[in-house]
């Protein structure tokens, strides 16, 4: 009867000590976790939507992962430890990625900005020196109509700098920027035409 | 002696025995639902590559839900004692977020392929409108709010090609749809101005067909200015032998009612005055006998009728001059040339040369088809 009972606790001491062979990696999870977050604080999912993608996909991966090794009766979660370290890399690359890019952006949109109101500037000169002859200024309606309109577009782009919104910004600027080099165009083919002579400048 | 036999025995056996309820454990555990989970996950990755977060959100949405759901119940599963999991749910799970996701992204390619030609078609159509609305009314005096609707129609519809070409075809779509909204209507209120404008064209027709046939009649010169096309055309027994272009005053549209309103006049007139050197400021000068007898009556019936003022003058000094050839529409209501086409002109013509001008030699609806 002794020999029995002590066979028996020794088969259920030998499967406690099998079974609790690995831990759950609790910490390098919400490590990677957090840094996922950052990535996502740093607007990853805006300027590096492939890298944040990928990261997003490597921890649900992960997570999978650590739920197939809870569910066995001896975990093993060294290749799960492996690849947290892995994602918790490529999180902070992606962070760091994410704010390289949108200063690019921010700094693409200042250079932008200041290019196209040298351009408005311009053309504000230009238009005082178009073709009027003895009437008033008209006949260039149309094209003041277009100026205002690049005036108002810029802005809001400038509204969209402010809110941090550098992408939306920078595609309204070059949409702006496009028109008010037609305009300079115009307005310099218009004058060259009247007066023989092409403004310089841009 | 015996007593050792068997604790030998029983270790022998032990250590025979527990592989084999090792592995007999192993077997009976439940087989955890890892394969079903790493297809959905694949699914909602691919769904997610073919941006089905936008295109087909709330089936992209319900595929991560589902997902999620899967995951919860995996865990809730794995707190169980290891021999009690059923892991039937999380397969259940995971099996419908995997259909989802490949629902989401089967429909996503195809919404994304719908969108992308719905833009480009509406692409050309709205570049062919703007270039329409350029061609008809670039000169043409628009109020001032359908001006400021048409400005901002082509800078969204600019805006929305920027968009397009960085593959956001949604953002794309919503510019172009109020681009759309905008230049359509402009159009429409323009064209409505526009078919205004060519009411009077049976009345253009007749003076320019009586004009021609004077010509041929008089084996002379005729002249007609065409306000719309901005062209002044030279006759000799019917026939065309010049054409020069031509600038107008900037409220051309319509024809002469005051002094001072910058039109135009439309009439049969002809060559009062011929003026050059230090007689005219404009190079060279043709003066026209505007107002004509028509003029005239017409002018009379809207002061007493009240549309003008009974203080308004009819105006006068209409003439075709040079120093034109500035590309816009600048005179006070006389036509003005480029210097070398008056040249051409001064000498063909004399006191008393018909000069016809009309709203458009062309109908309006000729002029749409162009």
């Known amino acids: 009867m002794k020999n029995k009972v002590f066979m028996g606790l020794a088969a259920i001491a030998m499967v406690a000590v099998l079974s609790s062979c690995g831990k759950k990696p609790q910490a390098e999870i919400d490590a990677t976790n957090a840094a996922i977050t950052a990535a996502q604080t740093a607007e990853a999912a805006v300027y590096v939507p492939d890298e944040f993608t990928a990261v997003q996909d490597s921890m649900k991966t992960i997570m999978s992962e650590v739920q197939v090794q809870e569910s066995k009766l001896f975990k093993n979660f060294g290749d799960v430890k492996t690849k947290l370290a892995a994602t918790l890399t490529l999180a902070n690359k992606a962070a760091v990625d994410a704010a390289a890019k949108k200063e690019e952006v921010k700094q693409e949109v200042d250079t932008m900005m200041t290019d196209i109101k040298a351009v408005i500037d311009e053309n504000g000169t230009l238009m005082k020196r178009a073709p009027r002859g003895k009437e008033g200024a008209a006949v260039l309606e149309a094209m003041k109509t277009d100026m205002a309109t690049v005036a108002a577009s810029v802005t809001e782009a400038q509204g969209l700098n402010d809110q941090g919104k550098y992408m939306d910004a920078l595609n309204k600027l070059k949409a702006a920027k496009e028109k008010a080099d037609g305009i300079n165009t115009e307005l310099k083919d218009a004058i060259e035409k009247a007066t023989g002579r092409r403004p310089g400048g841009k | ?370």
């Open chain 2, 1 to 370: 002696m015996k007593k050792g036999w068997r604790w030998v025995s029983v270790i022998i056996i032990i250590i025979i025995s527990a592989p084999l309820v090792i592995l007999l454990l192993i077997h009976l555990t439940p087989e955890p639902p890892a394969a079903g989970m790493e297809k959905a996950r694949k699914a909602i990755a691919e769904a997610e590559a073919v941006n089905a977060s936008t295109y087909s959100r709330k089936l992209y949405d319900e595929a991560l839900a589902l997902y999620d759901s899967a995951m919860v119940s995996w865990q809730r599963q794995n707190r169980r004692f290891i021999y009690f999991r059923n892991f039937d749910e999380v397969a259940g799970y995971a099996g419908r977020s995997e259909s989802r996701a490949l629902e989401a992204a089967e429909n996503s390619s195809a919404m994304s392929t719908n969108l992308e030609n719905r833009i480009r078609k509406k692409y050309t159509i709205l570049n062919r409108l703007s270039a329409e609305i350029d061609t008809l009314f670039g000169t043409y005096p628009l109020n001032a709010e359908i001006r400021n609707r048409i400005s901002r129609g082509k800078l969204l519809l600019k805006e929305s090609e920027i968009l397009y070409d960085n593959g956001d075809y949604f953002s794309a779509y919503r510019k172009l749809t109020d681009s759309e909204n905008l230049l359509t209507a402009s159009y429409e209120h323009a064209s409505s101005d526009l078919k205004d404008y060519f009411k009077a064209y049976s009345t253009w027709k007749k003076w320019i067909d009586k004009t021609l046939n004077d010509s041929r009649s008089s084996h002379s010169y005729s002249i007609i200015i065409d306000k719309f096309s901005r062209k002044c055309l030279v006759y000799l027994r019917g026939k065309m032998k010049y054409e020069f272009n031509a600038e107008l005053g900037s409220n051309w549209v319509g024809n002469k009612r005051l002094k001072g309103d910058k039109a135009t006049p439309e009439g049969m007139y002809r060559i009062a005055g011929k003026f050059e050197g230090g007689k005219t400021k404009y190079y060279k000068a043709l003066l026209l006998n505007y107002p004509n007898d028509d003029d005239r009556e017409r002018f009379l019936s809207e002061v007493k009728n009240g549309t003008l003022p009974s203080t308004a003058s009819i105006g006068g000094l209409i003439e075709i001059h040079g120093q034109g050839g500035k590309g816009v529409d600048w005179t006070e209501g006389c036509i003005a040339l480029q210097d070398k086409a008056m040249d051409v002109l001064y000498r063909l013509v004399r006191k008393g040369t018909p000069v016809t001008i009309v709203g458009s030699m062309i109908d309006l609806q000729s002029i749409l088809k162009r």
